[in-house]
């Protein structure tokens, strides 16, 4: 058993004191904050129960420990012989890992000294260090006489570091960068190693370079990407730096620029230069992290567009539930699965601490997403458990939003990604039905305290020291220990909770249908206007220029003409800096998808221009083809939802069967318009006139 310094001095204080001290006057007494004596009361418990005693928190008088006075007696023999620690087993395996990653050689004898621990127990580390290290492509080598090395190449060894530093010490990272933020942290060094003076000004420097670019990613994630850039630079200040390697950056031209300006901003602070590798090596990092948003996507994603849809449908089918118009479910997962494949490809490691909890709690639901994947994604090979796990979280979530009824407005913080929040969100809806909204929110959106008063409750997955304002913690899969607190929370404040409400007389029931009757309202309108602007504005062209860009410009300019757009040279340019992001042509069709969102452009416009001469451009899977259609879609900035199923519904119809490829490449217009309209009208009959 292992316990701190600080743990054995609060049990020590609620046995000889019971039921007169709180977690602040603790906090007070040993001038800690409450929020970290709160967080040893977690581990406290968990000793506790080895002598089957319980630790009891009773309103107005304190904490107890309650129990039989022999176990009480037992656990006050133990402390005394007890020698503490101040340090965790997952501390001492990360001082391990930080020795043996500065590539110097240590011996057994000498490593166990320095951490203070028997050679059984350091080599029991060691193993299981290994067995971490074997997911990034690395092992442990014990020469005989001359000591223990990592054997490995360096951005593996940075990935891993970073990783690790994430699965076991992700709340202690959120915790130090908002103490950082707010100038209450005076440590000189976190976590053994990151320098707090980097880490903030990091943080800084990437916050307001995505602000800039509107680029959000999940809260996980984004704390990852400043401790990997935090890691890049003192690797590089300590002389480990990468080798000179030859790659394609054609991808990662948005990433890449983005990592240039942060990088230029830390050079004019720190005089650290990173090399092009180092660029390199964070563009990737950064193309393989989860978006936050998932309503602004890139709809000419359409090969994995079908591959998801393939992907519901297949699911569907297995567990006889119909989830083929879940718009809100294809939308996370194309968010989800576009970094995911590029993790995965770049051989990035990625953990879900969730994985075994979710196999458990929906067995035949992950069987049902690997084996399709396994069956679509062979050239990858084993498609990682961790990485299922993740896509099982969407569809998780959607199946339990099938069953919702709700009451009280709550707000969900949780920074583990995007499917996550959504499937807890829709459990607390599910299983509390009190509760009548639930809204999801990043960490980094509550900073401002005013923007927590609307919600009668507060629900996270991780520990928050940086607010004041009572909040429910609770497991990311909702257990039903976490569902019994929120209801007694809901039943302990339930007079504070209603006191600015007002109870709905069963008079008052048309309100809810006249909000109700809006919304549909709304939607039909967005769907016939899309739909009207996609066909009026439709046609076909036959050009004999060979430049793409040319016809582009033509395409563009002939729109302005037709009022579609108001000024053609933003739109050209946005296109162009989307081309430079990534190949557009669709492999084995003939066929481009030229599009963009612009504030210029008014309407839905879909067109293509049939090219009597081929020309070469960029596939989707980053090989040269020649096309022979040049498709372009052009939308408003600002779509609805049900607008951008529209948008969506184009791009994934192009390849959904032989005969639709032929058809979007055959360069006859009433052909083609013939099939928009079919497309049109099987989704209104099976999405809204079914609803």
Same mark, same amino acid.
């Given at each position: 058993?292992?316990?701190?310094?600080?743990?054995?001095?609060?049990?020590?204080?609620?046995?000889?004191?019971?039921?007169?001290?709180?977690?602040?006057?603790?906090?007070?007494?040993?001038?800690?904050?409450?929020?970290?004596?709160?967080?040893?009361?977690?581990?406290?418990?968990?000793?506790?129960?080895?002598?089957?005693?319980?630790?009891?928190?009773?309103?107005?008088?304190?904490?107890?420990?309650?129990?039989?006075?022999?176990?009480?007696?037992?656990?006050?023999?133990?402390?005394?012989?007890?020698?503490?620690?101040?340090?965790?087993?997952?501390?001492?395996?990360?001082?391990?890992?930080?020795?043996?990653?500065?590539?110097?050689?240590?011996?057994?004898?000498?490593?166990?000294?320095?951490?203070?621990?028997?050679?059984?127990?350091?080599?029991?580390?060691?193993?299981?260090?290994?067995?971490?290290?074997?997911?990034?492509?690395?092992?442990?080598?014990?020469?005989?006489?001359?000591?223990?090395?990592?054997?490995?190449?360096?951005?593996?060894?940075?990935?891993?570091?970073?990783?690790?530093?994430?699965?076991?010490?992700?709340?202690?990272?959120?915790?130090?960068?908002?103490?950082?933020?707010?100038?209450?942290?005076?440590?000189?060094?976190?976590?053994?190693?990151?320098?707090?003076?980097?880490?903030?000004?990091?943080?800084?420097?990437?916050?307001?370079?995505?602000?800039?670019?509107?680029?959000?990613?999940?809260?996980?994630?984004?704390?990852?990407?400043?401790?990997?850039?935090?890691?890049?630079?003192?690797?590089?200040?300590?002389?480990?730096?990468?080798?000179?390697?030859?790659?394609?950056?054609?991808?990662?031209?948005?990433?890449?620029?983005?990592? $240039?300006?942060?990088?230029?901003?830390?050079?004019?602070?720190?005089?650290?230069?990173?090399?092009?590798?180092?660029?390199?090596?964070?563009?990737?990092?950064?193309?393989?992290?989860?978006?936050?948003?998932?309503?602004?996507?890139?709809?000419?994603?359409?090969?994995?567009?079908?591959?998801?849809?393939?992907?519901?449908?297949?699911?569907?089918?297995?567990?006889?539930?119909?989830?083929?118009?879940?718009?809100?479910?294809?939308?996370?997962?194309?968010?989800?699965?576009?970094?995911?494949?590029?993790?995965?490809?770049?051989?990035?490691?990625?953990?879900?601490?969730?994985?075994?909890?979710?196999?458990?709690?929906?067995?035949?639901?992950?069987?049902?997403?690997?084996?399709?994947?396994?069956?679509?994604?062979?050239?990858?090979?084993?498609?990682?458990?961790?990485?299922?796990?993740?896509?099982?979280?969407?569809?998780?979530?959607?199946?339990?939003?099938?069953?919702?009824?709700?009451?009280?407005?709550?707000?969900?913080?949780?920074?583990?990604?995007?499917?996550?929040?959504?499937?807890?969100?829709?459990?607390?809806?599910?299983?509390?039905?009190?509760?009548?909204?639930?809204?999801?929110?990043?960490?980094?959106?509550?900073?401002?305290? $005013?923007?927590?008063?609307?919600?009668?409750?507060?629900?996270?997955?991780?520990?928050?020291?940086?607010?004041?304002?009572?909040?429910?913690?609770?497991?990311?899969?909702?257990?039903?220990?976490?569902?019994?607190?929120?209801?007694?929370?809901?039943?302990?404040?339930?007079?504070?909770?209603? $006191?600015?409400?007002?109870?709905?007389?069963?008079?008052?029931?048309?309100?809810?249908?006249?909000?109700?009757?809006?919304?549909?309202?709304?939607?039909?309108?967005?769907?016939?206007?899309?739909?009207?602007?996609?066909?009026?504005?439709?046609?076909?062209?036959?050009?004999?220029?060979?430049?793409?860009?040319?016809?582009?410009?033509?395409?563009?300019?002939?729109?302005?003409?037709?009022?579609?757009?108001?000024?053609?040279?933003?739109?050209?340019?946005?296109?162009?800096?989307?081309?430079?992001?990534?190949?557009?042509?669709?492999?084995?069709?003939?066929?481009?998808?030229?599009?963009?969102?612009?504030?210029?452009?008014?309407?839905?416009?879909?067109?293509?221009?049939?090219?009597?001469?081929?020309?070469?451009?960029?596939?989707?899977?980053?090989?040269?083809?020649?096309?022979?259609?040049?498709?372009?879609?052009?939308?408003?900035?600002?779509?609805?939802?049900?607008?951008?199923?529209?948008?969506?519904?184009?791009?994934?119809?192009?390849?959904?069967?032989?005969?639709?490829?032929?058809?979007?490449?055959?360069?006859?217009?009433?052909?083609?318009?013939?099939?928009?309209?079919?497309?049109?009208?099987?989704?209104?009959?099976?999405?809204?006139?079914?609803?």
């Amino acid at each position: 058993m292992y316990i701190t310094t600080r743990e054995k001095d609060i049990i020590e204080l609620i046995i000889k004191t019971a039921g007169k001290h709180t977690a602040s006057s603790i906090a007070g007494y040993l001038h800690v904050s409450t929020r970290t004596v709160q967080r040893d009361l977690k581990a406290i418990e968990k000793i506790l129960q080895f002598f089957q005693l319980e630790l009891v928190r009773k309103t107005n008088k304190g904490l107890l420990i309650e129990g039989k006075n022999e176990q009480i007696f037992r656990l006050i023999q133990h402390l005394a012989k007890l020698d503490p620690i101040d340090q965790t087993p997952h501390e001492r395996k990360l001082l391990l890992l930080l020795a043996l990653l500065q590539e110097e050689f240590y011996t057994i004898q000498i490593l166990a000294k320095d951490l203070g621990v028997s050679i059984t127990t350091l080599t029991t580390y060691l193993d299981e260090i290994e067995v971490w290290l074997a997911n990034f492509n690395m092992y442990i080598a014990r020469k005989r006489g001359v000591g223990i090395e990592i054997i490995g190449t360096e951005p593996n060894k940075r990935k891993a570091l970073a990783r690790f530093f994430l699965f076991y010490f992700s709340e202690e990272l959120i915790e130090s960068l908002f103490l950082l933020e707010n100038g209450k942290s005076k440590q000189e060094v976190l976590l053994h190693y990151l320098n707090p003076d980097y880490l903030l000004t990091i943080n800084k420097l990437v916050n307001a370079t995505f602000n800039r670019s509107q680029l959000h990613l999940a809260d996980s994630d984004y704390i990852g990407f400043i401790v990997h850039i935090c890691i890049t630079l003192q690797r590089k200040e300590d002389g480990f730096l990468l080798r000179t390697e030859e790659e394609d950056t054609t991808e990662l031209t948005h990433e890449y620029n983005l990592i $240039k300006k942060i990088c230029a901003e830390l050079e004019k602070v720190y005089s650290i230069s990173l090399a092009k590798e180092d660029l390199l090596y964070l563009a990737i990092i950064l193309k393989g992290s989860k978006l936050q948003e998932v309503t602004d996507l890139s709809y000419d994603k359409v090969m994995l567009s079908q591959v998801i849809r393939n992907l519901i449908i297949d699911v569907s089918t297995k567990l006889h539930v119909d989830l083929t118009n879940d718009f809100s479910l294809y939308q996370g997962l194309l968010a989800h699965m576009e970094p995911s494949l590029y993790r995965l490809e770049q051989k990035m490691g990625l953990f879900n601490p969730l994985k075994e909890e979710i196999k458990q709690k929906y067995p035949l639901l992950f069987m049902a997403v690997k084996s399709f994947v396994e069956e679509e994604f062979k050239d990858i090979g084993d498609f990682p458990d961790d990485e299922i796990a993740f896509i099982v979280l969407h569809f998780g979530s959607a199946l339990v939003m099938k069953e919702e009824q709700l009451s009280i407005k709550a707000l969900v913080l949780c920074p583990t990604g995007i499917g996550t929040s959504k499937m807890l969100a829709s459990r607390i809806k599910k299983e509390i039905i009190e509760i009548d909204e639930v809204e999801i929110k990043s960490i980094k959106d509550i900073q401002e305290k $005013k923007n927590l008063k609307s919600y009668d409750l507060i629900i996270s997955t991780v520990r928050l020291p940086f607010i004041d304002i009572d909040y429910i913690l609770v497991s990311p899969l909702l257990s039903a220990e976490n569902i019994m607190a929120i209801k007694s929370y809901l039943k302990n404040n339930m007079e504070s909770l209603t $006191k600015d409400k007002q109870y709905i007389e069963p008079a008052q029931k048309e309100v809810p249908v006249r909000g109700e009757l809006s919304v549909i309202l709304q939607e039909l309108m967005d769907v016939h206007q899309s739909i009207d602007a996609v066909i009026k504005n439709f046609g076909v062209y036959r050009t004999r220029n060979t430049e793409h860009k040319e016809i582009i410009k033509e395409m563009v300019n002939q729109a302005k003409k037709d009022k579609i757009l108001t000024d053609d040279k933003q739109v050209i340019v946005t296109l162009q800096d989307r081309e430079k992001q990534g190949g557009l042509g669709i492999p084995n069709t003939g066929m481009a998808l030229f599009h963009c969102r612009h504030v210029e452009v008014k309407e839905l416009m879909f067109q293509i221009s049939h090219l009597e001469v081929p020309c070469l451009v960029k596939g989707m899977d980053g090989n040269d083809m020649y096309m022979k259609n040049l498709l372009l879609m052009l939308a408003p900035e600002e779509l609805s939802i049900r607008e951008q199923e529209i948008v969506s519904l184009i791009s994934t119809s192009l390849i959904e069967s032989k005969e639709a490829m032929l058809i979007f490449s055959s360069a006859n217009e009433e052909a083609i318009r013939t099939k928009l309209e079919a497309t049109f009208l099987d989704y209104l009959h099976t999405t809204l006139i079914k609803d």
